[in-house]
């Protein structure tokens, strides 16, 4: 019953909320221009993609089932190190710095890509919900690469929330990750693991939220400052 009164609803939640975020997102870009909000819409594109192949998982069966969901894995392989670029657009990094993160990323979404073709799933049947999970031991080379993955993209981002903090006092970006960090950690912690996926979500619904609120106050901020300077100049 918890399928129909928790876990369902909340999928379709999390989609609406991506689905505003996208819109109001786009709406930005097309004022802005920002280069980041492309790769901020891949990455929600690849969270809905995620979601909705779950809730309509029922519809299908068989290689077709089994199909989108490796997708799932293959996305989610490829889109999690962007969060890494996330954090070097707020660094402002530049020069030898933004290559060298630049690189990582790159490297992160191959071998994430590679993970997610090769890694075994099992089936998973809760009521009318139908997904693949992984079908690795803990300690398997696949699991590591996903474990780390995942753990390392939002330490990352957390760390430079905490310089940001600290440097301008702005604390979105900071809450995005550690609030994916918190709702990760929940179902591990209270010995709950078939909660994960939904706890994870809950997660990344808040990670995505911040993460426009932050794109957005300093995409303004640029543009306030680009505005003195141009009053400065006309000063001058």
Request: a neutral charge; glycine letters at 8%.
């Amino acid at each position: 019953m918890r399928e129909y009164f928790l876990d369902i609803p909340s999928i379709i939640i999390g989609i609406i909320i991506y689905s505003i975020i996208s819109k109001l997102t786009i709406s930005y870009y097309l004022n802005n221009k920002d280069i980041i909000l492309i790769f901020f819409l891949i990455e929600i594109f690849g969270l809905i993609y995620d979601g909705a192949i779950i809730l309509l998982g029922f519809l299908m069966s068989g290689g077709i089932l089994l199909f989108f969901n490796r997708l799932r894995f293959i996305l989610h392989g490829i889109l999690v190190p962007l969060l890494i670029l996330f954090s070097a657009y707020a660094l402002k990094s530049t020069g030898r710095v933004f290559s060298v993160q630049l690189i990582i990323l790159i490297i992160l979404s191959i071998i994430g890509m590679i993970a997610g073709i090769i890694a075994k799933l099992k089936l998973v049947e809760d009521a009318v919900l139908k997904r693949y999970t992984f079908n690795e031991d803990k300690t398997s080379l696949i699991m590591i690469i996903f474990n780390v993955m995942n753990i390392g993209s939002v330490l990352y981002m957390i760390v430079v929330g905490v310089l940001l903090l600290i440097r301008s006092k702005e604390y979105y970006f900071f809450l995005a990750g550690i609030f994916m960090l918190i709702f990760s950690a929940i179902g591990p912690a209270i010995g709950k693991i078939e909660l994960n996926y939904l706890l994870s979500m809950y997660g990344e619904v808040l990670m995505v939220v911040f993460l426009y609120l932050f794109f957005k106050n300093n995409g303004e901020e640029n543009i306030n400052l680009n505005h003195l300077d141009g009053k400065s100049e006309k000063i001058i």
